[in-house]
């Protein structure tokens, strides 16, 4: 009776190493200049147009850990780039927010009117339905907007984020190493609240720091999904 290597069974995707997502950055010599201007775009992202050069930025640095280019945080040298990157990114996050704001108007509003109509038992009934409905739809989104920004990222078009059979299909079939990219994610943007203890100087840095880190993250997603 012969031994076989295969058990019939889809090859797994392959483990991803999340420690690194955490460390990569120091491995670069020029990680506290890289870190600084960051923080500066980061801080001008409450201006809105920070953040449009900062998604470009991400949207670079995971073509380069998919790439597998040994110090992946890019050099602020490219800004038409970045902000061309990230418009595309941010029209990809307001479409898929976008549902959510209509929701939001068409249970919001009618309570709003029902207040001022000394009609108080309708309006609390419609802020039942805004909990039942928008918070679960909105954890949704926020689940698979990485996925839908991955294949922008890398597809390099917009309308391959509103694939939303391939953005799902994406996610199930990398479920493993996509809801730990997930966690990253969010283990990330809690330790950068650190920052806050910096009397709030410190608070761009490190958020800045936490996208970096989420973006190696799913990067790191991409590549095993490619290679499994």
Known sequence: ??????????????????????????????????????????????????????????????????????????????????????????????????????????????????????HGQFSGAFAGCAVVLIIPFSLVISVILPAAALRCIVLQNISAAFDLRAVFAFVRENAGNYLMAVVIYFVAGFLAQFGVLLLCVGVVFTAFLALVVAAHAFGQVWVAARTQ
Do not use: C, H
């Not at 295969?6 to 483990?15: N, V």
């Not at 790439?67 to 970045?82: K, M, Q, S, Y």
């Not at 061309?84 to 704001?101: A, C, E, N, Q, T």
């Open 1 to 118: 009776m012969s031994v076989s290597g295969t058990t019939g069974l889809p090859p797994a995707s392959p483990p991803m190493d999340f420690g690194r997502s955490f460390t990569f950055i120091f491995r670069d010599p020029r990680w506290l200049n890289k870190t600084l201007i960051g923080g500066l775009f980061y801080l001008a992202g409450f201006f809105l147009i920070g953040y449009v050069f900062i998604l470009g930025y991400l949207a670079q640095l995971v073509r380069n850990v998919i790439a597998g280019v040994e110090t992946p945080l890019p050099e602020w040298n490219d800004l038409g780039e970045f902000f061309k990157d990230g418009l595309k990114l941010m029209v990809v996050g307001f479409g898929y927010m976008l549902p959510i704001f209509l929701l939001t108007a068409l249970i919001i509003i009618p309570a709003v009117l029902l207040e001022s109509s000394n």
